[in-house]
């Protein structure tokens, strides 16, 4: 991955020292201002990472490329500049670089990544000290934060190609409280562990918003009702015997209508049921027993690190979308790999009741550390990385020879490494060895899919049948999501067909068809 | 004859064992197991009250299966005709009629009896099952029994028919003019409402909340709820949660702020989750399925008056039947009359997490998948496509037959209906394989059953369908491994090969270990001779499991083999405990695991005695003793072994001693009176007669006691009068009938004892004495006559 002089410097040799004086004198007359909140948005570049507002064009001709914008900079210039950047640049503004909550390893990792390492110019003594502390961090592991960060949806990069790796804003409206999107601005923190397209990263950084920009981008955010369509990769045509298929729709209960170039989304209104404390308990055994809620979400100490925890969610999001996004995830978070619910509108209600009802505060997760849960080589081909990632695996692949990225198209993932990716890994493992980042997370051990002996033990259709009804039905963790709603015939099948690759053995004898097995 | 027939009847007159090591009156039956607390029938306050708040399950509920099951007799209960119409036996006829006052009643007529009218007091059944559905009727004894009546109606037939086990024997009969009355096993009623384990075929699970009592000095208290099966069948008693949810402190009245304010209510939990009730949806797998299999299982009583709510495996052990009656096949598929239990031993419930309420919707008894997603009815593939979605997608990739056609749904191939085989083919009775097999035609015609091809290509082989069968499937998938074990064990195999192919732990099921472990234990298990390698390593394996049902029966197979206290070495020369150790064990199992434990080593004494071993009986019997010193039941079996290995004292020494722990037991009275007057001891026979008779004026065998003193004495009138109220308490009992024939007969009043003679090989089929009373006293007759 070398840098190849595809634009020149827009950053140059900025003079460090001077900077303050005038990011300082930028803020201030910035406030002065009333800022218009879809400018702002677009100024600020909101839509190099998320969908749903104004693309992230404006951003990328003021943040520097990689390669010869960033190349020229000492490492330890960098270094310094990823703790506080909020110096540098006050011309730029509104736009500005954010303040990411990196450590001193993330900030060595990168520095030594962006610079490529030609050669430790200007290295002070904090820098030096730093290295010494992280002798391991080196430019390959910077190389898996610039993309797990996705450093590369402003500061353009030739291999790495810009993702929409954080949430549909298309939505805002629909999901979140004003009060608490207010609150979020002003610092943000950390709501999906590890990432929005889990194990792959990503990172809200801190704009150090004043009150009145929060103001204005909350205003606009708010008036986004529409999420983008189209952006869900599971939205395939049900596959025979799932609810959808059979004309019922699991836990509908007025369901929502997603957006379509007619209109934006609508949700039907809903408020949680009132609960008796019985009714509580109900929630909690089912939440223990017999939902998968868990496997993915962090509720109090228990529960996995994919989803957001669903602590005080009612003080972030609306009851009704709350509601409806367990029984229909892909209509209102398009893209997202949260599976739509099998269970029926009663206890849809219930457990939505019972999350918006619990008494406990709203409170951010904690980054995990070490993601991504991608290698940085090998397990997954390049055209399933960019296919995880968000690319359209069928389109070429970037090259020297192109030109300056383009916004990616926000389809799911179709090849079976990539929805394995993207739908297993983040337990299982990229590679089947169950050493997801989620894993450690879970009461029950994720099953090894590389595991020759053991898998070769389980017939293809119960491979399938666990990926459709999720592990209840095997007598299994029932933390095992059930995606028989989201993923359609073709894709189970692939995802079977997959593991069979990782753990390079066939099921048994007797379970392969006599006619139809020849 | 009368010296001959004295001594046999004291010894016939001694009563089954098995029965009463399981009875509810010994003092072993007594005492909480868990730390629940105890129920009672006042904790229950019936399905009414349910009604008001929740309506749209208690509307459900009313028109389901379980909510018409039976009840009071009315037009709305019984679907029989009682029209009149005479069901017509051999020796008589009985009209089923509505008299005036609106009384269901069952008028019988025989040449030479008196017309006897039974009223019917309660409905069992609506014939509402699709395999074959019946409806039975129960009367009122004075005994204060609830008694099955002979007449079942089948609503499939629209015929009338009978019960013929322990007569006939040739399974359910409809009635025709070729069917004596007494080809009926229930004429006169034997088998009663609620578990006593001295009757058989005890019912407890035909209406709700039913008890059968002993009351010492006046008979037996039945009670029950309803003859429906009511709400409080799966919820258990609900009179606390009523009193919670409509106390001032409920939340109930809390979301009512506008009510007023009230002091707190006694019934107020500090829990405030606390419903008062063990709602269901807290269940997991196994305590759900306990909730339907505390009916729709077979199982062994380990205590009487089980109330809905109680801990089951405190009262019944569903694994335990495996041994003895053997009333499933090698599979686990029903062998003899099983209920639906078997679906323990299915892939669904072994690798799965299937339960019964994964496909029945609970309140109305329809059909759902495993999301709770409505069906339409039993043939709904979706039972089972919501679980094996892979079937789903391409259907007849796997069917092999049309969509849509019968033979393409699930259930025709994996739950067809069989019919139970016990009950012969002449009355509908078929179930729904609940054991979820895959066809498997050569088997299934091997271990005589149709299968589910065969089901409907009625003329094609097993051979052929076989064929078909791995043409369109290729290697069926392997048997469990204890099932193949099962299947492929033989009589006379050596002990270890036994041993590795019958207990697999770890492999299978707890249903399916307990086949093979009760087929080793019963094959190969030998007193005091060890286990050998295989079987210890293995034995020891399932001794650790969870279920105490296993765990008993591994620990009494460890038990039974090992060498008796002090021997050096078991007979097969491997070092291990001996049989003191093994009892010193059971001290910390627990109070389940340990009547279990006991119950077996009864049981293996009980074959034993069957066989005249009573050696092995003594050990045996011994041993439970040491897990259970003093037990009422198991020192009454031991007076019937030590009487019959010829030894009174010891007999008189067992029965004064179970008396001693329990001495509310009539039958061990009577015991220890025919044990002291087979001694000489008249005077102290009759004691114990007249003390059992004072325990239980209808204890039958008392008076048939007394009346033998009598008519050995010499003071034939007076027999003749305890013959008659043995006759009058009992009239099922064919042998109060037989004496009171001789007795009669002594007297020369032939045509009085006739019918009574006649009565006792009527009812007690096998007995040969009672044939030769009749003989002779036709005989006698035919010659006074002549003369």
């Known amino acids: 991955m070398s840098p190849v002089p595809w634009g020149k410097s827009l950053w140059g040799a900025l003079p460090l020292l001077a900077a303050a004086a005038f990011g300082a004198a930028a803020s201030a007359a910035m406030r002065q201002q009333v800022p218009d909140g879809a400018e702002l948005t677009k100024a600020l570049g909101c839509g190099a990472c998320h969908a749903g507002v104004p693309e992230g064009d404006a951003i990328r001709e003021v943040a520097p490329p990689f390669g010869e914008g960033m190349a020229p900079l000492a490492p330890a210039y960098i270094f310094h500049y990823l703790d506080d950047p909020r110096t540098v640049r006050p011309e730029i503004a509104p736009a500005r670089m954010p303040r990411y909550d990196l450590d001193e390893r993330e900030r060595v990792a990168l520095s030594l990544f962006v610079t490529n390492e030609r050669e430790l110019r200007g290295v002070d003594d904090a820098f030096r000290a730093a290295m010494a502390r992280h002798p391991e961090a080196d430019h390959a592991e910077g190389a898996v934060l610039f993309e797990s960060l996705s450093c590369g949806s402003c500061h353009l990069h030739p291999d790495i190609p810009p993702r929409t790796t954080a949430p549909d804003l298309g939505a805002t409206g629909l999901r979140v409280h004003g009060a608490w999107l207010e609150g979020y601005l002003a610092g943000p923190v950390t709501i999906r562990p590890a990432g929005t397209l889990p194990g792959r990263g990503g990172l809200m950084p801190d704009f150090r918003l004043s ?128 599976p739509a619910s099998l269970e029926q509108a009663d206890r849809i209600d219930l457990i939505a009741s019972y999350l918006l009802l619990r008494d406990a505060p709203w409170t951010g997760s904690e980054r995990l550390p070490g993601m991504p849960a991608l290698p940085a080589s090998g397990g997954a081909s390049p055209a399933d990385r960019a296919s995880a990632a968000g690319a359209d695996p069928a389109a070429d692949p970037p090259s020297a020879a192109a030109a300056t990225p383009t916004r990616p198209t926000p389809t799911g993932p179709t090849t079976p490494p990539a929805l394995y990716i993207a739908q297993c890994a983040s337990c299982h493992g990229v590679n089947g060895e169950g050493d997801g980042f989620n894993a450690p997370f879970l009461p029950v051990a994720p099953t090894v899919h590389a595991d020759s002996a053991a898998m070769s033990l389980r017939t293809d259709d119960t491979l399938y049948d666990g990926i459709h009804g999720g592990g209840w039905i095997l007598g299994k963790s029932q933390r095992m999501p059930a995606f028989g709603a989201s993923l359609d015939d073709a894709q189970k099948r692939a995802l079977v067909a997959h593991i069979r690759t990782l753990c390079r053995c066939l099921g048994p004898a007797w379970s392969r068809d006599g006619r139809r097995g020849r | 004859m009368s010296e001959l027939h004295d001594v046999k009847f004291s010894l016939l007159f001694l009563l089954p064992l098995a029965v009463c090591l399981a009875c509810g009156d010994s003092a072993a039956g007594r005492g909480a197991e868990s730390e629940a607390p105890p129920i009672s029938a006042d904790d229950f306050v019936g399905s009414a009250a349910c009604a008001g708040c929740h309506a749209e399950q208690y509307g459900r509920w009313a028109e389901s299966t379980h909510g018409r099951a039976g009840g009071e007799p009315g037009p709305e209960t019984v679907i029989a005709p009682f029209d009149g119409t005479p069901i017509v036996f051999r020796d008589g006829t009985v009209l089923p009629v509505v008299d005036s006052a609106g009384r269901y009643l069952f008028v019988v007529r025989q040449e030479g009896r008196p017309e006897r009218a039974m009223t019917v007091d309660g409905v069992i059944g609506g014939g509402h099952m699709l395999g074959g559905g019946t409806q039975g009727f129960v009367t009122r004894l004075a005994d204060g029994t609830a008694r099955f009546l002979p007449f079942d109606y089948s609503r499939h037939l629209d015929a009338w028919f009978c019960n013929t086990a322990t007569r006939a024997d040739r399974g359910w009969q409809p009635v025709t003019p070729d069917l004596a009355l007494g080809d009926c096993g229930d004429w006169p009623p034997v088998r009663i409402l609620g578990t006593m384990s001295r009757f058989a075929n005890c019912q407890s699970c035909h209406g709700s909340q039913i008890t059968a009592t002993f009351e010492p000095g006046a008979g037996v208290d039945t009670r029950w709820t309803s003859l429906d099966i009511n709400c409080e069948s799966c919820h258990g008693p609900a009179r606390r949660h009523v009193e919670l949810m409509t106390s001032p402190a409920s939340f109930i009245a809390a979301a009512d702020p506008s009510g007023p304010a009230a002091p707190p209510d006694p019934a107020e939990s500090a829990d405030p989750a606390d419903i008062g009730l063990d709602s269901r949806v807290l269940d997991g797998v196994d305590k759900s399925l306990g909730v339907c299999f505390r009916c729709h299982s077979l199982g062994d009583v380990i205590r009487e008056d089980y109330l809905s709510g109680a801990p089951l495996a405190d009262y019944y052990a569903l694994l335990l039947p495996a041994l003895g009656d053997e009333p499933h096949l090698a599979d686990g598929r029903v062998a003899t009359f099983a209920y639906q239990g078997s679906h323990l031993s299915s892939s669904c419930y072994v690798d799965g997490s299937m339960t019964c309420v994964s496909c029945h919707e609970p309140h109305g008894l329809g059909y759902w998948d495993v999301n709770r997603a409505p069906l339409a009815s039993e043939t709904d593939d979706r039972q089972c496509t919501s679980c094996h979605a892979s079937k789903a997608a391409d259907p007849e990739a796997h069917t092999f037959h049309p969509a849509g056609s019968p033979g393409a749904r699930c259930v025709s191939c994996h739950m067809p209906y069989l019919q139970h085989p016990v009950i012969g083919d002449d009355v509908p009775f078929a179930r729904s394989d609940h054991t979820i097999p895959v066809p498997r035609p050569q088997l299934d015609g091997r271990l005589g059953l149709v299968s589910a091809c065969r089901g409907c290509h009625t003329d094609q082989s097993e051979l052929r369908l076989q064929a078909r069968v791995d043409e369109w499937w290729g290697v069926t998938k392997p048997q469990d491994p204890v099932t193949a074990g099962l299947l492929n064990v033989t009589d006379g195999m050596g002990r270890d090969l036994a041993a590795r192919l019958l207990l697999r732990p770890g492999e299978g099921g707890d249903m399916d270990q307990a086949r093979g472990l009760a087929r080793y234990l019963m094959g190969w298990v030998r007193l005091g001779e060890g286990l050998g390698r295989d079987g210890a390593e293995r034995i020891a394996v399932l001794a650790e499991s969870e279920d105490p049902d296993l765990r008993a029966m591994a620990m ?41 434990w006991v119950m077996l080593l009864g049981f293996l004494a009980d074959e034993a005695r069957a066989r005249q071993d009573w050696g ?172």
């Not at chain 1, 103001?215 to 596959?239: E, K, V």
């Not at chain 2, 020369?573 to 910390?588: H, I, K, L, M, T």
């Open chain 1, 211 to 338: 009150p009145a920009e929060i103001t204005a981008i909350t205003g606009f955010l708010l008036t986004l009702q529409t999420p983008s369509p189209g952006d869900a990769p599971t939205a395939a045509a049900p596959s025979p015997g799932t609810p959808a298929a059979r004309g019922g729709t699991p836990g509908t209960g007025g369901a929502p209508q997603p957006a379509t170039a007619s209109g934006p989304a609508r949700i039907p209104p809903w408020e949680p049921v009132a609960l008796s404390p019985f009714s509580m308990r109900k929630a909690e055994t089912l939440l223990e027993d017999r939902w998968s809620c868990l496997g993915c979400h962090q509720l109090g100490e228990d529960g996995g690190r994919i989803g957001p925890r669903l602590d005080g969610i009612a003080e972030r999001l609306r009851p009704e979308y709350v509601r409806h996004l367990i029984a229909h995830p892909a209509h209102l978070a398009p893209g997202t790999v949260m």
């Open chain 2, 616 to 787: 092995a009986a003594t050990e045996l019997l011994n041993r439970a003793l040491a897990i259970a010193a003093e037990d009422p039941g198991v020192l009454l079996t031991m007076g019937l072994v030590r009487n019959g290995a010829g030894d009174p004292e010891g007999a008189i020494d067992a029965f004064t001693r179970s008396l001693a722990a329990d001495p509310d037991q009539p039958v061990a009275r009577v015991n220890l009176g025919i044990v002291r007057a087979a001694a000489g001891d008249d005077e102290g026979a009759a004691r114990e007669y007249e003390a059992a008779i004072a325990l239980n004026p209808f204890e039958t065998m008392a008076y048939v006691n007394l009346g033998n003193l009598h008519l050995r004495g010499g003071n034939t009138a007076q027999a003749i009068r305890f013959y008659e109220q043995a006759v009058a308490v009992g009239p099922e009992v064919g042998a109060a009938h037989r004496n009171l024939a001789v007795a009669l007969g002594r007297a020369g009043r032939f045509d009085d004892a006739i019918p009574h003679a006649r009565r006792a090989v009527e009812f007690a089929p096998g007995d040969a004495a009672a044939r030769d009373v009749l003989r002779q006293l036709e005989a006698q007759a035919g010659g006074g006559a002549a003369r």
């Open chain 2, 556 to 596: 009494v197979a460890r038990h039974v083999a090992a060498p008796a206290r002090g021997a050096a070495s078991a007979a097969d020369g491997r070092a291990g405990p001996d049989a003191g150790a093994v009892a010193a064990a059971a001290r910390s199992e627990s109070a389940q695991v340990r009547r279990r």
